[in-house]
């Protein structure tokens, strides 16, 4: 009879939490996250001390119920399982090398990120840190270690954790990279069961094809224009582009200062995110096409001025696949 505790079944355990975890994750539910996340990292670090021997899962408390059953001297296992818990898997993985050394930061994170998984399952918890990083640094390691490929594990959520582990780009870069993965999945979770050319249609309903006037300040004119979202890649975006009010009595040339998706609800807020994203920071259109209609209000104080553009879809002058 096999073992409820063998490799096997705490890999594919670690795995299936794992999932659940990016899930909540990107749905923005830290608790859920929190416990997922500590669940996964739990079996995983069982799978791999089980991997080495399956006695290393044995509580040292006098008593021998599982070590006899780990040794295969009994033809029944207990009818209560118990274990060693994470963070006793956690130390003897210290000990073996496998995770990080006490008093450094990644076994800081690690320690901390369980101790959360315990307080949001007896307690609750408000606003935490994001552990994110160190729940995919975690699993990393141990894939490593019980040499399991990454791609097998995390399957669709595998790009975003490649972000997240990505040491090369900064801090912004990874944060929209991030953010584009995770409005992919809320893409595919809203639309999957919807019947085919669905998805087209509600394109079509929430896609705006003019150049509309937001806003006219005493400095700058907002606008809002369709983009293609870079992270369903529906045009289904509002990009929201900035003026100062001088140019409009010469060119157009547009700066980029926002996006929003309503399709995956990925958004971009401030002009550093959009070039983040691979999307132009500026738009140019030429005078020519513009024309302005002024909405009267009884106070002359409401009135703002109302500039649409009769234009197609914005399509930028420079190269960039994402639009």
């Not at 705490?10 to 990016?22: I, Q, V």
């Not at 996340?37 to 044995?58: C, F, I, Y």
């Not at 937001?214 to 900035?242: D, I, M, N, Y």
């Not at 738009?283 to 553009?309: C, G, K, N, Q």
């Amino acid at each position: 009879m096999d073992s409820p505790v063998a490799f096997e079944r705490l890999y594919e355990g670690a795995k299936r939490f794992a999932r659940l975890a990016m899930e909540a994750h990107a749905e923005q539910d830290q608790e859920v996250f929190l416990l997922h996340a500590g669940v996964s990292v739990e079996r995983l670090a069982k799978a791999a001390l089980a991997r080495v021997h399956p006695t290393l899962l044995t509580e040292v408390n006098g008593k021998d119920d599982m070590l006899l059953h780990f040794a295969g001297a009994v033809s029944k296992p207990p009818a209560r399982l118990r274990t060693i818990g994470a963070s006793t898997a956690i130390s003897r993985l210290r000990r073996m090398d496998v995770l990080p050394q006490k008093k450094s930061s990644e076994a800081d994170d690690l320690d901390g990120l369980i101790e959360l998984r315990n307080g949001v399952a007896h307690l609750g918890t408000g606003d935490v840190e994001d552990y994110l990083g160190t729940f995919a640094a975690t699993v990393d390691r141990l894939l490593l270690h019980v040499g399991q490929d990454r791609g097998s594990f995390w399957e669709f959520w595998s790009d975003t954790v490649q972000v997240v582990l990505d040491d090369r780009a900064g801090r912004l870069q990874k944060d929209v990279r991030l953010r584009m993965n995770q409005a992919r999945h809320r893409f595919r979770t809203r639309f999957v069961d919807l019947p085919e050319g669905a998805v087209d249609s509600v394109e079509q309903t929430v896609s705006e094809h003019k150049l509309i006037v937001v806003e006219v300040g005493p400095e700058k004119a907002l606008f809002q224009t369709l983009s293609r979202c870079p992270a369903c890649h529906r045009e289904a975006a509002t990009l929201l582009l900035a003026v100062d009010r001088d140019s409009l009595l010469f060119g157009m040339e547009l700066a980029a200062e926002g996006l929003l998706c309503g399709l995956c609800g990925f958004r971009l807020t401030g002009a550093d995110e959009v070039e983040a994203a691979g999307l132009p920071t500026t738009v140019r259109f030429s005078v020519e096409d513009l024309t302005r209609t002024v909405t009267e209000t009884s106070d002359p104080a409401e009135r703002l001025p109302t500039i649409r553009l009769s234009l197609p879809v914005v399509t930028p002058t420079d190269s960039h696949d994402s639009w």
